[in-house]
Protein backbone atom coordinates (compact mmCIF):
# COMPACT_ATOMS: atom_id res chain seq x y z
CA UNK A 1 0.00 0.00 0.00
CA UNK A 2 1.15 3.23 -1.24
CA UNK A 3 2.17 6.25 1.54
CA UNK A 4 -0.74 7.84 0.05
CA UNK A 5 -3.50 5.53 -0.05
CA UNK A 6 -2.50 4.98 3.94
CA UNK A 7 -2.44 8.34 4.92
CA UNK A 8 -6.15 8.46 3.12
CA UNK A 9 -7.39 5.39 4.78
CA UNK A 10 -5.95 6.48 8.43
CA UNK A 11 -8.02 9.77 8.17
CA UNK A 12 -11.23 8.05 7.06
CA UNK A 13 -11.22 6.43 10.19
CA UNK A 14 -10.20 9.58 12.27
CA UNK A 15 -13.15 11.14 10.32
CA UNK A 16 -15.48 7.76 11.63
CA UNK A 17 -14.27 7.77 14.53
CA UNK A 18 -14.80 11.18 15.27
CA UNK A 19 -18.49 11.72 14.22
CA UNK A 20 -19.49 8.23 15.02
CA UNK A 21 -22.27 9.25 17.05
CA UNK A 22 -23.97 11.53 14.43
CA UNK A 23 -23.40 8.99 11.86
CA UNK A 24 -25.71 6.36 14.21
CA UNK A 25 -28.33 8.80 14.51
CA UNK A 26 -29.14 8.75 10.42
CA UNK A 27 -31.73 6.74 10.23
CA UNK A 28 -30.77 3.35 7.64
CA UNK A 29 -33.39 2.79 5.13
CA UNK A 30 -34.18 -0.86 4.17
CA UNK A 31 -34.33 -1.01 0.43
CA UNK A 32 -37.77 -0.39 -1.11
CA UNK A 33 -39.44 -3.83 -1.25
CA UNK A 34 -40.73 -4.69 -4.78
CA UNK A 35 -43.99 -5.29 -5.07
CA UNK A 36 -43.76 -6.68 -8.90
CA UNK A 37 -42.01 -10.00 -7.71
CA UNK A 38 -45.58 -11.06 -6.03
CA UNK A 39 -47.39 -9.29 -8.50
CA UNK A 40 -45.66 -12.00 -11.36
CA UNK A 41 -45.72 -14.51 -8.99
CA UNK A 42 -49.58 -14.01 -8.62
CA UNK A 43 -50.15 -13.24 -12.51
CA UNK A 44 -47.33 -15.06 -13.80
CA UNK A 45 -43.59 -13.77 -15.27
CA UNK A 46 -44.83 -11.75 -17.85
CA UNK A 47 -48.45 -10.80 -17.89
CA UNK A 48 -49.86 -9.41 -20.53
CA UNK A 49 -53.04 -6.89 -20.20
CA UNK A 50 -56.63 -8.55 -20.26
CA UNK A 51 -55.11 -11.67 -19.79
CA UNK A 52 -56.80 -14.04 -16.78
CA UNK A 53 -54.93 -15.19 -14.01
CA UNK A 54 -56.08 -18.15 -11.18
CA UNK A 55 -55.06 -15.94 -7.95
CA UNK A 56 -56.10 -17.85 -4.86
CA UNK A 57 -59.57 -19.18 -5.74
CA UNK A 58 -60.22 -16.15 -7.75
CA UNK A 59 -59.89 -15.39 -11.42
CA UNK A 60 -58.49 -11.94 -12.48
CA UNK A 61 -58.29 -10.07 -15.53
CA UNK A 62 -54.80 -8.33 -15.06
CA UNK A 63 -54.64 -4.51 -16.50
CA UNK A 64 -51.07 -3.29 -15.36
CA UNK A 65 -48.75 -2.70 -12.64
CA UNK A 66 -46.98 0.64 -11.04
CA UNK A 67 -44.85 0.87 -8.81
CA UNK A 68 -46.78 -0.58 -5.30
CA UNK A 69 -50.27 -1.51 -7.08
CA UNK A 70 -51.80 -3.09 -9.39
CA UNK A 71 -55.15 -3.23 -11.45
CA UNK A 72 -57.03 -5.96 -12.53
CA UNK A 73 -60.70 -6.68 -13.10
CA UNK A 74 -63.02 -9.99 -11.44
CA UNK A 75 -63.33 -12.19 -14.23
CA UNK A 76 -67.07 -12.61 -13.66
CA UNK A 77 -67.26 -9.12 -13.98
CA UNK A 78 -65.48 -8.66 -17.05
CA UNK A 79 -67.94 -11.89 -18.18
CA UNK A 80 -71.03 -10.46 -17.48
CA UNK A 81 -70.04 -6.48 -18.90
CA UNK A 82 -68.97 -8.18 -22.11
CA UNK A 83 -72.69 -10.09 -22.03
CA UNK A 84 -73.87 -6.41 -22.61
CA UNK A 85 -71.52 -5.70 -25.44
CA UNK A 86 -71.27 -1.91 -26.26
CA UNK A 87 -68.17 0.31 -25.79
CA UNK A 88 -68.23 2.21 -22.27
CA UNK A 89 -68.35 5.61 -23.66
CA UNK A 90 -65.34 7.70 -21.72
CA UNK A 91 -63.94 4.71 -20.46
CA UNK A 92 -62.29 3.63 -23.77
CA UNK A 93 -58.61 4.15 -22.82
CA UNK A 94 -59.47 4.31 -19.07
CA UNK A 95 -57.55 0.89 -17.77
CA UNK A 96 -59.43 -2.38 -19.56
CA UNK A 97 -61.75 0.11 -21.08
CA UNK A 98 -64.29 -1.45 -18.77
CA UNK A 99 -66.71 0.85 -16.49
CA UNK A 100 -65.00 -0.81 -13.18
CA UNK A 101 -61.73 -1.45 -12.46
CA UNK A 102 -60.15 -2.82 -9.08
CA UNK A 103 -56.64 -2.18 -7.42
CA UNK A 104 -54.36 -3.88 -4.65
CA UNK A 105 -52.09 -1.27 -2.92
CA UNK A 106 -48.94 -1.52 -1.00
CA UNK A 107 -48.80 1.10 1.84
CA UNK A 108 -45.40 1.05 3.70
CA UNK A 109 -45.47 1.74 7.25
CA UNK A 110 -43.48 4.35 8.65
CA UNK A 111 -40.69 1.99 10.10
CA UNK A 112 -40.39 1.08 6.49
CA UNK A 113 -40.72 -3.13 7.66
CA UNK A 114 -44.97 -3.06 8.08
CA UNK A 115 -47.46 -2.14 5.92
CA UNK A 116 -51.04 -2.91 5.09
CA UNK A 117 -52.06 -4.19 1.61
CA UNK A 118 -55.21 -2.46 0.30
CA UNK A 119 -57.94 -3.41 -1.77
CA UNK A 120 -60.34 -1.59 -3.76
CA UNK A 121 -62.79 -0.79 -6.80
CA UNK A 122 -63.91 1.91 -9.27
CA UNK A 123 -66.52 2.95 -10.99
CA UNK A 124 -64.67 4.98 -13.68
CA UNK A 125 -65.37 8.15 -15.97
CA UNK A 126 -68.80 7.07 -18.08
CA UNK A 127 -69.96 9.77 -20.14
CA UNK A 128 -73.49 9.01 -19.68
CA UNK A 129 -74.26 10.41 -16.54
CA UNK A 130 -77.40 8.77 -16.26
CA UNK A 131 -75.47 5.56 -17.26
CA UNK A 132 -73.04 6.05 -14.46
CA UNK A 133 -75.77 7.49 -11.51
CA UNK A 134 -77.50 4.31 -12.22
CA UNK A 135 -74.41 1.73 -11.89
CA UNK A 136 -73.57 3.26 -8.80
CA UNK A 137 -77.63 3.01 -7.34
CA UNK A 138 -77.66 -0.43 -8.38
CA UNK A 139 -75.20 -1.62 -6.51
CA UNK A 140 -76.04 0.74 -3.58
CA UNK A 141 -79.50 -0.83 -3.81
CA UNK A 142 -78.09 -4.89 -3.66
CA UNK A 143 -75.54 -4.27 -1.15
CA UNK A 144 -78.39 -2.46 0.95
CA UNK A 145 -80.38 -5.56 0.51
CA UNK A 146 -77.69 -7.65 1.30
CA UNK A 147 -76.33 -6.45 4.70
CA UNK A 148 -72.96 -5.83 2.22
CA UNK A 149 -71.95 -2.95 4.61
CA UNK A 150 -68.49 -3.20 2.93
CA UNK A 151 -70.27 -2.27 -0.53
CA UNK A 152 -70.11 1.47 0.05
CA UNK A 153 -69.80 5.13 -2.22
CA UNK A 154 -68.53 8.07 -0.57
CA UNK A 155 -71.30 11.07 -0.52
CA UNK A 156 -71.74 12.63 -3.70
CA UNK A 157 -70.23 9.63 -5.82
CA UNK A 158 -73.10 10.05 -8.30
CA UNK A 159 -73.03 13.93 -8.58
CA UNK A 160 -72.71 15.04 -12.22
CA UNK A 161 -69.03 16.50 -12.76
CA UNK A 162 -68.07 13.51 -10.69
CA UNK A 163 -65.71 10.57 -12.88
CA UNK A 164 -64.11 8.44 -10.23
CA UNK A 165 -65.57 7.00 -7.35
CA UNK A 166 -64.32 3.84 -5.15
CA UNK A 167 -66.34 1.55 -3.21
CA UNK A 168 -64.95 -0.83 -0.91
CA UNK A 169 -64.51 -0.12 3.15
CA UNK A 170 -62.75 -2.61 5.59
CA UNK A 171 -61.00 -3.08 2.67
CA UNK A 172 -57.16 -3.82 4.11
CA UNK A 173 -54.68 -6.08 5.49
CA UNK A 174 -51.47 -6.18 7.54
CA UNK A 175 -48.15 -7.11 6.35
CA UNK A 176 -45.43 -7.57 8.69
CA UNK A 177 -42.93 -7.59 6.72
CA UNK A 178 -43.33 -6.27 3.12
CA UNK A 179 -40.26 -7.82 2.56
CA UNK A 180 -41.35 -11.29 2.34
CA UNK A 181 -42.88 -11.58 -0.84
CA UNK A 182 -44.61 -15.18 0.59
CA UNK A 183 -46.16 -13.49 3.30
CA UNK A 184 -47.54 -10.89 0.81
CA UNK A 185 -48.80 -12.87 -1.45
CA UNK A 186 -50.43 -14.78 0.92
CA UNK A 187 -52.13 -11.55 2.25
CA UNK A 188 -52.85 -10.57 -1.16
CA UNK A 189 -54.74 -13.87 -1.86
CA UNK A 190 -56.28 -13.79 1.66
CA UNK A 191 -57.90 -10.14 0.60
CA UNK A 192 -59.22 -11.30 -2.58
CA UNK A 193 -61.09 -14.28 -1.18
CA UNK A 194 -62.07 -12.14 1.78
CA UNK A 195 -63.91 -9.84 -0.94
CA UNK A 196 -65.61 -12.83 -2.49
CA UNK A 197 -68.94 -12.41 -1.75
CA UNK A 198 -68.82 -8.36 -2.58
CA UNK A 199 -67.32 -9.32 -6.31
CA UNK A 200 -70.31 -11.88 -6.80
CA UNK A 201 -72.82 -9.33 -5.70
CA UNK A 202 -71.46 -6.54 -8.34
CA UNK A 203 -71.29 -9.07 -10.87
CA UNK A 204 -75.24 -10.33 -10.16
CA UNK A 205 -76.22 -6.68 -10.65
CA UNK A 206 -74.19 -5.76 -14.00
CA UNK A 207 -77.09 -7.15 -16.10
CA UNK A 208 -79.17 -4.45 -14.77
CA UNK A 209 -77.54 -1.93 -16.85
CA UNK A 210 -79.06 -3.07 -20.01
CA UNK A 211 -82.11 -1.25 -18.44
CA UNK A 212 -79.99 1.87 -17.92
CA UNK A 213 -80.60 3.21 -21.26
CA UNK A 214 -78.05 4.49 -23.98
CA UNK A 215 -74.84 3.22 -22.85
Known amino acids: MSRERSEMR ?3 HRLYRDHKKMLDLIPKHNPAPDFG ?3 YRLFGD ?5 KSAKVGDGELVYSGFAKNG ?4 PANWRKELDRIGVTWRGCENWWLGYPFISLMELKVADDGT ?3 LKLNAEVGPISNHKVRKGIISAITAAAREKNFDRLLFPVGASDKGRLYSRFLRKNSIAVNDIYDTDEMGTKFMQLIADFGPEFELVASV ?3 FFRLGEL
Open 114 to 116: KGN
Open 46 to 50: SPTRG
Open 206 to 208: IPE
Open 70 to 73: VSFL
Open 10 to 12: NLA
Open 37 to 39: FVV
